[in-house]
Nanobody, 119 residues
Framework: QVQLVESGGGLVQPGGSLSLSCAAS????????MRWYRQAPGKQRELVAS???????NYGGSVKGRFTISRDFAKNTVPLRMNSLKPEDTAVYYC?????????????WGQGTQVTVSS
């Protein structure tokens, strides 16, 4: 059993900053890529940022230069630092990871954390 638990969401004013984190726990053999997605009301879920097991990063176009994804391999966590937040960043943010347990890889998701950018 694997769990991904997000934390750090909340309300922030436009131009402000917020940090999210996601922790993976359970019967983990290995973790491949870890990602953050977001879904705003009435919109499709979109990729925000990803980081591979080698530390290579990739960002969605709308957050490039403002958000930074990192990874703590020892703690199995993936922080997301969000700067210069805009109202259009308002969404539920989900953590996703490719995790190897026992004898197979699976793509696991967290429950999500709400981020609201509003004055």
């Amino acid at each position: 059993q694997v769990q991904l638990v997000e934390s750090g969401g909340g309300l922030v004013q436009p131009g402000g900053s917020l940090s999210l984190s996601c922790a993976a726990s359970g019967s983990i053999g290995s973790i491949g890529a870890m990602r953050w997605y977001r879904q705003a009301p009435g919109k499709q879920r979109e990729l925000v940022a990803s980081i591979t097991s080698a530390g290579s990063t990739n960002y969605g176009g709308s957050v490039k230069g403002r958000f930074t994804i990192s990874r703590d391999f020892a703690k199995n966590t993936v922080p997301l630092r969000m700067n210069s937040l805009k109202p259009e960043d308002t969404a539920v943010y989900y953590c996703n990871a490719d995790i190897f347990t026992r004898d197979r890889w699976s793509s696991d998701w967290g429950q999500g954390t709400q981020v609201t950018v509003s004055s």
